[in-house]
């Protein structure tokens, strides 16, 4: 369990730090930059630290080595195909997970750190959605309950039940959601076909490909950043990183049908009591029911 409750503790740490920094008006490519840095770095010091022994593979890499690693007698088997999984997706979903974070920090920004943070966990409707289509995982009677649920809090925040009418549309949220939705499907693509051994050589391609794209932003806007944004990147790094590394551990001890619901749930409760500790933030009631809507759906869905 301990590795679990580290796991909800660094995923609530991220949202508020990110609340810290769009308190103090931070620059956002900045603090992603530096955020994406530290987690590259800690990541190859535990690979190394872990001695973790490494198939060699060439760039590029050959039609063969493709061919063998795409067949599906290969999927989840030998290390060489795995590293080629791990690059070939940890790339594309290194563009997801920097846009995820770039719309978590405006998402806090302009919602607040509970609201925000309950749309990046309700991401998981994308590839549980994947998941039914491209291999058969049908929902229970339970998980589709969840998943109404879900629809209903992502509309309640949107829609004036009032005026019968469209609010204006809160696309930065529906943005996160749909974001932090490919980068979670990023993550089950290579849990369906790497090997978990290499997870950490995965999670590396996925936050220096982030961090390229960043820091590419970066020097583009011609901004330095201040002591103030690499401190805190470093700091978002950290738990960012070690997120995913708790869960994979909670993982290897804990059913999933148990590790999802709690850290789902626990980790939005933990945010709302947090902003509203530490920033005093104030949800509206349409927002609170949608919080609690999610919190819910997130249980239902995870059950197995």
């Given amino acids: 369990m301990i590795y679990l409750a580290f796991a909800i503790l660094t995923s609530a740490s991220i949202a508020l730090i990110f609340k810290f920094s769009e308190g103090r008006n931070m620059n956002r490519y900045a603090v992603t930059s530096f955020n994406y840095l530290a987690a590259s770095l800690v990541s190859i010091i535990i690979i190394t630290v872990n001695n973790l022994r490494l198939p060699f593979i060439s760039f590029p890499v050959s039609m063969n080595d493709l061919a063998k690693a795409f067949s599906p007698s290969s999927f989840g088997g030998g290390g060489r195909s795995s590293l080629i999984w791990a690059f070939f997706v940890g790339v594309p ?42 291999w058969n995982e049908i929902p229970t009677l339970v998980q589709s309950f969840g998943i109404a649920l879900s629809i209903i809090s992502i509309l309640l925040v949107n829609i004036s039940f009032r005026r019968f009418s469209v609010d204006k549309l809160r696309l930065t949220l529906l943005a996160l959601f749909l974001f932090s939705g490919l980068a979670e499907f990023s993550n089950k693509v290579f849990q369906k076909y790497g090997l978990v051994d290499h997870k950490l050589v995965f999670l590396f391609f996925v936050f220096f490909t982030a961090f390229l794209i960043s820091a590419g932003f970066l020097v583009w806007r011609n901004k330095s950043p201040g002591a103030q944004e690499v401190v805190t990147g470093m700091l978002v790094g950290l738990p960012n990183l070690f997120c995913s590394y708790f869960l994979i551990l909670a993982l290897d001890e804990i059913k999933a049908s148990v590790v999802f619901p709690v850290y789902t749930a626990t980790t939005i409760v933990l945010i709302n009591l947090g902003g509203y500790m530490i920033f005093k933030e104030r949800l509206k009631r349409k927002e609170k029911l949608s919080v609690g809507l999610t919190v819910v759906a997130l249980v239902l869905i995870n059950l197995s």
């Fill in 93 to 134: 979903a290194g563009v997801f997970f920097f846009l995820a974070f770039i719309y978590y920090q405006k998402g806090i920004n302009e919602n607040g750190a509970g609201l925000a943070g309950a749309f990046s966990k309700i991401g998981i409707l994308i590839p549980m959605s994947v998941s039914i289509v491209v």
